[in-house]
T-cell receptor
Framework: AQSVTQLDSHVSVSEGTPVLLRCNYS??????LFWYVQHPNKGLQLLLK??????LVKGINGFEAEFKKSETSFHLTKPSAHMSDAAEYFC????????????FGRGTSLIVHP | NAGVMQNPRHLVRRRGQEARLRCSPM?????VYWYRQLPEEGLKFMVY????????ESGMPKERFSAEFPKEGPSILRIQQVVRGDSAAYFC???????????????FGDGTRLSIL
């Protein structure tokens, strides 16, 4: 069985400061992991996805995430927040194999202050 | 290069009416997924379809809800005799390959916001 936990429902940062959005997962298989961003009244846009080739994954808009198997984590980071980063972020796990339907976290709302 | 297109963007229905939500996948994509999102919650999987076939409907309520993806035309999510609890945002996603292919991302539409009066 697979599950995903986003540890913070809201994260508030000032513009220009680092962003950390935390995600822990559980999976019976080698998982596929994704981060999506959702702006108000919009669909989800893929930020990045984990492949087994590299544990540090670079995505769009300066975001990156590090896969840590020992900690079962896939935290999303960005060195410097921009006002346009304010949105809802979802961590997603998909086991593959026989259970391929992804499981979404409850989301983390990123608030960016000027 | 159109993405996943959903319409209508907003739909208002009275209790007991029918709601029809449409989704046209990205060009070249033959796999379609429907999700429901309640306020301050993540997306909950409802159904996965490939052209003319329902592959997995394990997340679909047993009554009143149905989905199809005909050979021609968009995928349709149909909710009969709507109730207040059906109010939510419904998202459609598509992928080029089967979800059993690892690291297969899904591409999402902007959703249909369904409101039940």
């Amino acid at each position: 069985a697979q599950s995903v936990t986003q540890l913070d429902s809201h994260v508030s940062v000032s513009e220009g400061t680092p962003v950390l959005l935390r995600c822990n997962y559980s999976s019976s298989y080698s998982p596929s992991l994704f981060w999506y961003v959702q702006h108000p009244n919009k669909g989800l846009q893929l930020l990045l996805k984990y492949t087994s080739a590299a544990t540090l994954v670079k995505g769009i808009n300066g975001f990156e995430a590090e896969f840590k198997k020992s900690e079962t984590s896939f935290h999303l980071t960005k060195p410097s927040a921009h006002m346009s980063d304010a949105a809802e972020y979802f961590c997603v796990v998909s086991e593959g194999g026989g259970s391929y339907i992804p499981t979404f976290g409850r989301g983390t709302s990123l608030i960016v202050h000027p | 290069n159109a993405g996943v297109m959903q319409n209508p963007r907003h739909l208002v229905r009275r209790r007991g009416q029918e709601a029809r939500l449409r989704c046209s996948p990205m060009k070249g994509h033959s796999h379609v997924y429907w999700y429901r999102q309640l306020p301050e919650e993540g997306l909950k999987f409802m159904v996965y379809l490939q052209k003319e076939n329902i592959i997995d409907e394990s997340g679909m309520p047993k009554e009143r809800f149905s989905a199809e993806f005909p050979k021609e035309g968009p995928s349709i999510l149909r909710i009969q005799q709507v109730v207040r609890g059906d109010s939510a945002a419904y998202f459609c996603a598509s992928s080029r390959d089967s979800p059993s292919v690892s690291n297969q991302p899904q591409h999402f539409g902007d959703g249909t916001r369904l409101s039940i009066l």
